[in-house]
């Protein structure tokens, strides 16, 4: 769905700041205010050219760059894969949650250190997505993704979407959600299609927020962890086999 002008150049402000590797720790004390109202002036759609001015002076970042990495004009929300790739993948799980994690950024180095993966079957991985052509594999194995424009995401009827619905669904929710930090609701609604259509679209914005606030802040986050978020609709009712009609 279409982003706002707005939302796009507040995006674009959090990837200029990322890439300057300025953390919102790092701008709360160049503006000399908290870090939790650093996060709200940049979530703030109203938010004024001063405030702007004043943030790109502080990292000294250009006004007119920001626009112009902005894409007012296309919004570029993400890329998919053929499904001929999308078939590899998804015959091979080891290889699809490895071209995954190269997607979020990690390198094979850090793969080999945080997972349960030798560097033997990290090189294997990394020759196959290069012969396939989803990578450019250079020297001491570093990475070049290709078609890397926005986020990756997968067909939910592909092969690789079908994969990783039937390996999230039940997993994800057989859990207590008690923990602290931990949320769930469930609320039942009766709505016509405008209404529907309405809060899908609100749920993709919302998503794409979370997504692009992940990437831009939480990286450098020392208490930061990986968090699932799901939201869904469907038409369902209390099943009530124990009251039966007559």
């Known amino acids: 769905m279409p982003v706002s002008q707005i939302d796009q150049f507040l995006n674009a402000l959090k990837r200029a700041l990322k890439a300057k590797n300025i953390i919102y720790k790092d701008l709360a004390q160049s503006l000399d205010l908290s870090e939790s109202s650093v996060k709200r002036i940049l979530a703030d759609k109203s938010i004024s050219l001063e405030r702007i001015e004043e943030i790109c002076r502080a990292c000294d970042l250009s006004f007119a760059e920001i626009c112009k990495n902005a894409n007012f004009e296309e919004e570029i929300s993400g890329h998919t894969l053929s499904k001929e790739h999308e078939k590899v993948l998804a015959e091979n799980p080891r290889l699809l949650h490895y071209f995954i994690m190269l997607n979020d950024g990690m390198t094979p180095q850090k793969i080999e250190r945080e997972f349960d993966i030798s560097a033997n079957e990290s090189k294997k991985h990394l020759l ?65 299609p405008v209404s529907l259509a309405k809060f899908k679209k609100k749920f993709d914005k919302l998503v794409a927020e979370i997504q692009e606030e992940s990437r831009v802040v939480e990286k450098d986050d020392n208490e930061a962890h990986d968090i699932g978020i799901l939201l869904a ?6 099943p009530l086999e124990a009251i039966k009609k007559k």
């Open 233 to 238: 609709m469907r038409p369902w009712k209390y």
């Open 128 to 192: 196959l997505l290069d012969k396939i052509n989803l990578i450019e594999l250079h020297p001491r194995d570093r990475v070049k993704l290709k078609n890397k424009a926005g986020t990756l995401r997968f067909r939910r009827d592909g092969a690789v979407g079908r994969t990783l619905f039937l390996q999230t669904k039940n997993n994800f929710l057989n859990y207590d959600f008690n923990e602290e930090g931990d949320y769930i609701r469930f609320s039942t609604n009766s709505f016509g």
